[in-house]
């Protein structure tokens, strides 16, 4: 089993910025793909970005150019930096870790974008 904890969630003005962090409880980077992904009320659940054990990286066409997923081995931690942030981007963001046998998931993290 692997516990994802996010924090960093919040409200903030549009065009503002926020990191949100994912903690795993074991090392797991190398061997599952990371993920974050949103929610929004009364939307379906879609990725925003992940990132493979090898380090390769693919966004959502709506999150391009302003989020950035990372990782740091050493403290097991997953980051998802947002800059410009839209009202559109109001969602509960999901901390996701994901191989061909095992899926895991965190509890959730909101974000409002409103001025």
């Known amino acids: 089993q692997v516990q994802l904890v996010e924090s960093g969630g919040g409200l903030v003005q549009p065009g503002g910025s926020l990191r949100l962090s994912c903690a795993a409880s074991?090392?797991?980077?190398?061997?599952?793909?990371m993920g974050w992904y949103r929610q929004a009320p009364g939307k379906g659940r879609e990725s925003v970005a992940t990132?493979?054990?090898?380090?390769?990286?693919n966004y959502a066409k709506s999150v391009k150019g302003r989020f950035t997923i990372s990782r740091d081995v050493a403290k097991n931690t997953v980051y998802l930096q947002m800059n410009g942030l839209k009202p559109e981007d109001t969602a509960i963001y999901y901390c996701?870790?994901?191989?061909?046998?095992?899926?895991?998931w965190g509890q959730g993290t909101q974000v409002t974008v409103s001025s």
């Open positions: 074991r090392s797991i980077f190398s061997t599952h793909t």
């Open positions: 996701r870790a994901v191989r061909f046998d095992q899926d895991f």
């Open positions: 990132i493979t054990g090898g380090g390769s990286t």
